[in-house]
């Protein structure tokens, strides 16, 4: 047996996307790009079912073709990845590049991976009822652990800003990665030559070839969310308050006090900020700093007080930054004419919501009123928010706000609420953190109609449990448990049966 | 023809002598089919296949100019079926499809046609859908070659080793009088390569040629007592036969080596994960030069013992590399070499896994555990390599990585498309469930089995294609809660209208079917069926409602949607046909087009007209950031991929906010959910009128105008009240 050094390795690339991402496009550009650049090609991939949103694997071997035609033989080059051995890595989402790592085709003494940071989330991580993200800040540590050499950034916002899909940027990062033999002009090639949507395709494929090249192989920190604009009227109003509260509680606070007098007037922030003075206080004698009580219940208050009736949705549903927001993102040019309609689908409790107390409670208990109203709402109404009529029956529905006050649910409201804060600051005087646990249950209770009232019922079954819990060692994380069983299922069987386990124990 | 355009590719087949193509694995395959001279092929659509299929289906020109004909057959049995037109005359055929599904249905088909054997070559190309991104059982095609005594080729998977795999299995077929099946695997399937290209030929004799000559070989019918005949020609001539071709051409191939004291024995498929395994371990380079002789079985039915037993002469051991369960091939060495008392060891299944895909780490190890068993010092170089490679902090970096990822990638099951019609059918099933309690759901194969997996969560079992009111029958009497069975147009007129419909009405069944009639076997690639459109389809008879059918075989209670977007009329449909105290079984044909080839054929047609300056409506939905409260009960009902979360912009919310993204079709789902299930008020439909009327434009002038008026009025008043 001769020399097996002397031959060149093949050139091996590995594409993670998913269905309807163009990889297959994606694919044919390298092969063009390859053969162009004298390399002979094998490239393959595994749709089946994954053609439907699901992850698809893409393989390329490319090897010189010169370097054939000296030994006199063809190459024999290998139809799927195998872990170590992968020269190129192209992920065409976040997670997408972590799955890459996960299987080991990513790894640091030869892979050069190129990702876009963009995430396209899982049917899992989309239909929870809570919080259901992975780590995105681990995923991006584990993108520059794993590669040799990585370029990372949100290629489909390139992409988007081109108005073509993503394959043309991720193209456009691999020509200017240099890990291919092959000069940027025979990658312009491949994507002139692609017949439909060229010219998008070409836009894209600079863009992200320039930002690529911009690009250290150092990672982007991900955006921090801005905090809400404040105006400073509203920052003069707590100017007492800066000397006692850290710069996030204040900030959170302002926040609030600029939702409630949105959503009412300056009187209802006013009761917002009384109702916080017992936490704030208890805050300064606790001393700490870190405001973790006054910040959940600052949050959850804020929220609870700006619930959502027939009045907010209406108010927010015709403002004009509302519609202005719509024509921007449907790109609206020259003639183009564009209607909004909404949907919407009052049942009795909604309508009654926001009549006076006695009025709604009359409506909801008597049949043949229910009736009335249920016949209103049945099958839904749309509105046809961007025609006079549609506009003005909203406006009048938004017009009803400075009766709120009186309303059957701000009643229902303002009760719960306080009934709630007594709680917290009972249970506070004996467990801070059981508090803490307790201020979060709050935000579960979310959505219209048969959610809202489903998110209310688990959340009263937690009210119940709290107070119980106290003098409990663990008290924390036993309510920090039921209420991740009280987002696991809609159902509520998760949260029943935590709840039974804990009456047995 | 499915809503793609094949052009290039049939272009490609017009390729002549010593042209060079470029293109698929299974594309390469037709071109083959035609150098070869067949006089007609039939197949059934079904990934990794599909595209030979849709190709033929769309090269009427160039299959007219060559005599062939070609038939998208009902499914795989009729597609094997035709091969009779072989089983007399000298006339060469192929059926292709998807497996071991599609031999599955066509076994019965496949056992008659191997038990008289053919004249004519008759070639079944099969896409082996096995390992990672299969769709279907884990099971092998080899099966049905041994029991029925045809012969198994799974060639070299690169294009000129394929090619000749297609010529020389005619060849073969007709030296042994037996139908012969060509095994390719999904990657093989879709491998890019290049091949020389010979001159198409037109067969020798043509259908109708022999039509006007009709010949009749009753030995060949396979009724007792030919049946009893057929059985020992198969064994004492027809098999010898093919062993002596297989030899004689060198279908197998045998690669030497240095270390000739072992080798390996491997099915052609699997060579390139071999040789790179070898590559990798420093024994073979990338040119196909090997240390280790490799005995490669392109032909893994029957095996040529003569050529075994040379290949195992002075070896103390072989490994056989034979993917899948059980192990058929190493069984059968094990008989041969034991009966010629040949004392090489036999390694196989012991060293590799018995079960799952031969990817090449897998294929590594294996040879990896061979080598130290029986060449240690061909194995101890590697062992070398890897030791000074770990020390490096390549390994630690790597674990970190695999640390950070660990728990934060999540699976990516298939789930329908944005805008699918199917959705609304199991958002309404849902619905009904929570209102009249679960039912069992029987499934059946196409899309519509993408209930099973979240968000619907929705079916109980799946038997096959065509199979949903079959796999249900069991559950057919009468009960509080009546049983669902889902079967697609496709798997309806695939054999569901005798197995799942007049099975239903002959045993007096009271299950609901739902028939979810998209147009298409939307799953295989967007195949047009009895029932599509028929101004889609001009080369076949479409048009023939399923309704029209469903009622010609007895069934009185049928509802048909023609949109089932309306998720109320879905719903109450479906509700009626579980609550109706009529007898017999209930049917709710579902209808609207797959999204996917509506998409393909609208979307160009509409760009065209808004060009040339014609009114073109776009609808798109919308989910107000501020109304959303995050809950997301409209993802758990819909699913639709174009309806996901993004960062809340509330600095108030911490849990993501739902929102739609730019690839919303305006299908309507969400809109419809929100009047059906009161759900939550944050959706908007946008419309957008490109080159709209001036009428339309005044209009919307006015109206913008009266709206500034009174946003004005809003902003006082919320200055005022601040």
Known sequence: MTDLAAPPRPITIAIFALGGEGGGVLTDWIVDTAERGGYLVQATSVPGVAQRTGATIYYVEIFPRAAAETAGCEPVLALMPTPGQVDIVIASELMEAGRAIERGFVTPDRTMLIASTHRVYSIDERMALGDARVDETALREACQAAAKQVIAFDMQAVADGAGSQINAALFGALAASGALPFSQELFERAVAAHASAANSNQAAFTAASVKAMGESASSRRPVRRKPGRL????????????????????????????????????????????????????????????????????RATALNMAYEDAIRVAELKIRSERLARIDREAGLRGSQVLEVTDFFHPRTEEIADVLPAALGSAVKNRPWARRFCDRLGRGGRTVRTTTVLGYLSLYLVASLKPLRRRSLRFKAEKAALSEWIEAILHIAANDYELAVEFAKCRSMIKGYGDTHARTAASFDVLAAAAPMLLGKPNAPSILRQLREAALKDEEGSALKNAVKALGKG | ???????????????????????????????????????????????????????????????????????????????????????????????????????????????????????????????????????????????????????????????????????????????????????????????????????????????????????????????????????????????????????????????????????????????????????????????????????????????????????????????????????????????????????????????????????????????????????????????????????????????TALKSVAGNVRPRPPSFCTGCPERPIFTAIKLIERELGSRHVSCDIGCHLFSILPPFNIGNTT?????????????????????????????????????????AVFNKSETVTVIVDNGYTAATGGQEVLSSAPERDTVRTTGNPI??????????????????????????????????????????????????????????????????????????FGIDPEICTGDRSCIRLSGCPSLTIAPNPDPLRREPVTTITRSCVGCGLCGELVRTEALCPSFYRVSIVENPSRWERAKARFRRAVIRRLQRRVIRRATVSA
Request: glycine letters at 10%.
């Open chain 1, 231 to 298: 105006r400073p009227s509203v920052v003069a109003r707590l100017k007492h308050l800066r000397p006692i509260l850290s710069e996030e509680s204040l900030s959170l606070i302002c926040t609030g006090v600029e939702r409630l007098t949105d959503y009412q007037d300056d009187e209802y922030a006013n009761e917002y900020l009384r109702l916080l003075l017992p936490f704030i206080g208890l805050e300064r004698e606790r001393g700490h700093g870190d405001d973790r009580l006054l910040l959940e219940v600052a």
């Open chain 2, 1 to 399: 023809m499915a809503e793609r355009s094949f052009q290039q590719e049939i272009g490609k087949l017009r390729l002549g002598e010593g042209q060079e193509f470029r293109g698929e694995g299974i594309l390469a395959v037709t071109k083959a089919l035609l150098q070869s001279g067949i006089a007609y092929a039939a197949g059934y659509q079904g990934a990794p296949i599909s595209h030979l299929v849709d190709v033929l289906n769309d090269a009427g020109d160039v299959l007219r100019e060559l005599d062939v004909h070609f038939e998208a057959s009902a499914n795989e049995a009729a597609a094997v079926a035709a091969l009779a037109a072989s089983v007399s005359y000298p006339i060469r055929g192929a059926a292709v499809f998807k497996s071991p599904v599609g031999v599955n249905v066509a076994s019965d088909a496949l056992a008659n046609l191997a038990s008289g054997g053919v004249r004519g070559g008759a070639l079944v190309i099969i896409g082996e859908d096995y390992g990672e991104g299969s769709s279907i059982m884990q099971e092998r095609s080899h099966a049905f070659a041994m029991k029925s005594q045809v012969w198994l080729l799974d060639p070299r998977p690169n294009l000129p080793s394929i090619v000749r795999a297609v010529e020389k299995g005619f060849e073969l077929s007709e030296a042994s009088n037996t139908p012969v099946m060509l095994e390719l695997r999904i990657r093989a399937c879709h491998v890019y390569g290049r091949f020389q290209t010979r001159d198409n030929r037109r067969p020798p004799r043509t259908l109708k040629q022999a039509l006007a000559q009709p010949i009749r070989d009753t030995g060949r019918i396979s009724l007792p007592p030919a049946t009893y005949l057929h059985e020992h020609e198969k064994i004492e001539r027809r098999r010898p036969a093919a062993v002596r071709f297989i030899e004689d051409e060198k279908l197998n191939e045998i690669f030497e080596g240095d270390a000739n004291d072992i080798g390996i024995v491997l099915q052609g498929g699997l060579y390139n994960t071999t040789l790179r395994a070898l590559e990798q371990l420093g024994l073979a380079d990338v040119f196909g030069k090997t240390r280790v002789p490799l005995y490669v079985l392109n032909v893994t039915y029957p095996l040529v013992e003569p050529e075994l037993l040379r290949f195992c002469a002075g070896k103390k051991a072989i490994l056989v590399v034979e993917e899948g369960q059980p192990e058929f091939i190493e069984q059968a060495i094990n008989t041969i070499l034991r009966r010629a008392q040949v004392a090489t060891s036999i390694e196989g299944k012991s060293m590799l896994p018995m079960a799952g895909e031969y990817a090449g780490s897998v294929v590594k190890a294996g040879l990896l555990k061979f080598l130290r068993a029986y060449r240690p010092e061909l194995a101890i170089k590697q062992e070398e390599a890897r030791s000074d490679d770990a020390a490096g902090t390549g390994q630690q970096k790597a674990a």
């Open chain 2, 463 to 503: 038997m096959g294609y065509g199979l949903g009111g079959a796999g249900a029958s069991a559950f057919s009497g009468e009960a509080e809660r009546r049983a669902i069975a889902v079967i697609g147009d496709g798997g309806f007129w695939h054999n569901g209208l005798a197995s799942s419909v007049a099975n």
């Open chain 2, 547 to 620: 309704e029209k059918a469903v009622r010609g075989v007895g069934v009185e209670w049928v509802r048909t949607l023609t949109r089932t977007y309306d998720l109320r009329r879905t719903r109450d449909a479906l509700k009626e046909a579980l609550t109706t105290s009529e007898k017999g079984p209930k049917v709710v044909i579902a209808q609207s087009e797959c999204m996917l080839n509506r998409q393909r054929r609208v979307r160009p047609q509409m760009a065209a007209l808004a060009q040339q300056g014609g009114r073109v409506v776009r609808e798109r």
